[in-house]
């Protein structure tokens, strides 16, 4: 039996997990409000795989060496954070072209929506360590 000060830590920590939205929800959010609903569809279907990769890797076992190495979490860590602040700088230079009052949404290819969102689906460290 888990005694009970093990499981309301494991609660709460489990509630402040699923309410706080991480990089990929905030990512998402963002890349719809900028280029609508079929860019964040697309987005989505990028994170997705990007999660696909990391639940592979999970069930290779190759999770529990990044979770225990520091070096390898701080790699995956700090490549996925590099990642979103490049991506922050591109749209602040674009800003111009992805303002709310125009009508038509910012045009991306799809690839590239899909290849955005996956790479931040690769790099979200939470995934690897609570997979």
Known sequence: MVPLSNLLA???ASVVLIAVPGPSVLFVIGRS???????????VLGNATGQLVQVAAVALGLGIIVA?????FSVVKLA??????????KAIRNRRH????????????PRRLVAEG???????????VFS
């Open 68 to 72: 225990q190495s520091v070096v390898l």
């Open 10 to 12: 494991f609660a709460l």
């Open 33 to 43: 409000l900028a280029v609508g609903r079929k860019g964040g569809v697309l987005t």
């Open 118 to 128: 996956l790479v931040v689906g690769v790099t979200n460290p939470k995934s690897v």
């Open 80 to 89: 996925g954070a590099a990642y979103l602040v490049y991506l922050g700088i």
């Open 98 to 109: 992805n303002s709310f009052s125009d009508r038509q949404p910012a045009a991306s290819s």
